[in-house]
């Protein structure tokens, strides 16, 4: 961190930043960064809470994520959102759904010193293709399982994109922070050229104000 840097005032630098279109700083001083759709969405459900927030990070959604998955069980935090217990069943017939995750866009990486900094580009490759999951449970199936399995997709993309770092420590903690930065703000669904429903994140960065 250079010396200008580190006396300059948070709204100096703020200002100083050439930021991507549509980025705005929340109540908490987080640099939001809206990562948007290669082409608009046939259905979309937003991440709301009760309390009036919006979206949720994979860091929150990381935890046990597996033992989760395999227990056909939503995670306990997907369980705070509106409305959790939404029945999708009509929506996600079975015997299996699909997933896609999604990459960072280029143009954000390049225009971000932090992205450049501690990920590799391999987070701007869109993934190699659709992911079949059984649908579990068959019957109740609701929108906490939906957001549990969606999150589920895109936090093993974290681990795919970042696996290539040779240095454990090093790996934890780019992992720790592409889950902290990466929210998923809505989810949505689109059909494909074969005509399945597929099932994918809008994603959003936050970037706390210590990584600005």
Same mark, same amino acid.
């Given at each position: 961190?250079?010396?200008?840097?580190?006396?300059?005032?948070?709204?100096?630098?703020?200002?100083?930043?050439?930021?991507?279109?549509?980025? =705005?700083?929340?109540?908490?001083?987080?640099?939001?960064?809206?990562?948007?759709?290669?082409?608009?969405?046939?259905?979309?459900?937003?991440?709301?809470? =009760?309390?009036? +927030?919006?979206?949720?990070?994979? @860091?929150?959604?990381?935890?046990?994520?597996?033992? &989760?998955? +395999? !227990?056909?069980?939503?995670? %306990?935090?997907? *369980?705070?959102?509106?409305?959790? %217990? &939404?029945?999708?069943? /009509? *929506?996600?017939?079975?015997? +299996?759904? &699909? @997933?896609?995750?999604?990459?960072?866009?280029?143009?954000? =990486?390049?225009?971000?010193?932090?992205? !450049? $900094?501690?990920?590799?580009?391999?987070?701007?490759?869109?993934? /190699?293709? $659709?992911?079949?999951?059984?649908?579990?449970?068959? #019957?109740? &199936?609701?929108?906490?399982?939906?957001?549990?399995?969606?999150?589920?997709? #895109?936090?093993?993309?974290?681990?795919?994109?970042?696996?290539?770092?040779?240095?454990?420590?090093?790996?934890?903690? %780019?992992?720790? *922070? *592409?889950?902290?930065?990466?929210?998923?703000?809505?989810?949505?669904?689109? =059909?494909?050229?074969?005509?399945?429903?597929?099932?994918?994140?809008?994603?959003?960065?936050?970037?706390?104000?210590?990584? !600005?």
């Amino acid at each position: 961190m250079s010396a200008s840097r580190s006396t300059a005032s948070p709204r100096t630098v703020k200002a100083s930043l050439p930021l991507p279109p549509g980025s =705005y700083y929340n109540s908490e001083g987080a640099l939001c960064i809206p990562l948007g759709h290669a082409e608009p969405p046939v259905l979309r459900n937003p991440v709301e809470f =009760y309390s009036g +927030e919006t979206g949720i990070s994979l @860091f929150e959604l990381h935890w046990e994520s597996r033992r &989760y998955t +395999e !227990q056909a069980l939503p995670h %306990r935090e997907a *369980l705070n959102v509106i409305p959790p %217990r &939404y029945r999708l069943d /009509a *929506l996600v017939p079975g015997p +299996e759904h &699909y @997933f896609v995750s999604r990459a960072i866009p280029e143009r954000i =990486y390049e225009s971000m010193w932090i992205l !450049q $900094k501690w990920f590799p580009r391999a987070i701007t490759s869109p993934p /190699a293709g $659709k992911v079949s999951l059984a649908k579990r449970p068959m #019957q109740d &199936y609701t929108f906490a399982h939906l957001l549990t399995d969606v999150a589920g997709c #895109q936090i093993s993309w974290c681990g795919e994109v970042i696996g290539d770092v040779v240095d454990p420590e090093e790996e934890g903690l %780019r992992l720790h *922070l *592409l889950r902290r930065f990466i929210h998923i703000v809505a989810i949505c669904g689109a =059909y494909d050229v074969d005509g399945c429903m597929v099932w994918y994140p809008e994603l959003e960065l936050r970037i706390d104000p210590e990584w !600005q």
